[in-house]
T-cell receptor, first 116, second 113 residues
């Protein structure tokens, strides 16, 4: 089944304790992206990657890191989490933009993170 | 980063009623999208619109790409219980290499029994 998977689905942690949220897709997509969803703000892009070893900042990158060593995986790293990073996080993937027609972004099921 | 103004924020309706929601932006988008998020799930694409004035249907859902390219509308006819969820509009600005979606703030739809 074609899908985007995220782990863990739920995580409660404390301020300053490094954590990684994994994201994996089995659709051979070049493009991957991380979003956070907060009440009243919709989804905001954190980082994106156009292909292996190519990553760039989205709208809200502060406090986050990413890496793209393999095409299928795009982990999100919080080196020193803070309470304002408590949120619902989504990973998404799609084919490379081919011009003219939108390549649908497929979203993972989400990771709910609480930082105490 | 930019955000889209989506309204209403929430709707409480009875089964069988029609639903309308809209999204406005201060900038122009090349593509407008409508997503639905079920509880505990990620957003799923409902409709994609590519041209100003375009009207597209997907079953009981109809969406329109505004003439000014700064707004979009979604209508749901004869609502059913499985329509419950959060609906997001999204605009796509095609910066080469980044298919950057700008999401609206969402409309939460609740159906009253």
């Amino acid at each position: 089944e074609a899908q985007v998977t995220q782990n863990p689905r739920y995580l409660i942690t404390v301020t300053g304790k490094k954590l990684t949220v994994t994201c994996s897709q089995n659709m051979n997509h070049e493009y991957m992206s991380w979003y956070r969803q907060d009440p009243g703000l919709g989804l905001r892009q954190i980082y994106y990657s156009m292909n292996v070893e190519v990553t760039d900042k989205g709208d809200v990158p502060e406090g986050y890191k990413v890496s793209r060593k393999e095409k299928r995986n795009f982990p999100l790293i919080l080196e020193s989490p803070s309470p304002n990073q408590t949120s619902l996080y989504f990973c998404a993937s799609s084919l490379w933009f081919s011009g003219g027609v939108y390549n649908e972004q497929f979203f993972g099921p989400g990771t709910r993170l609480t930082v105490l | 980063g930019q955000q889209l103004n989506q309204s209403p924020q929430s709707m409480f309706i009875q089964e069988g009623e029609d639903v309308s929601m809209n999204c406005t932006s201060s900038s122009i988008f090349n593509t407008w999208l409508w997503y639905k998020q079920d509880p505990g799930e990620g957003p799923v694409l409902l409709i994609a619109l590519y041209k100003a004035g375009e009207l597209t249907s997907n079953g009981r859902l109809t969406a329109q790409f505004g003439i000014t390219r700064k707004d979009s509308f979604l209508n749901i006819s004869a609502s059913i219980p499985s329509d419950v969820g959060i609906y997001f509009c999204a605009g796509l600005a095609l910066n080469f290499g980044n298919e950057k979606l700008t999401f609206g703030t969402g409309t939460r739809l609740t159906i009253i029994p």
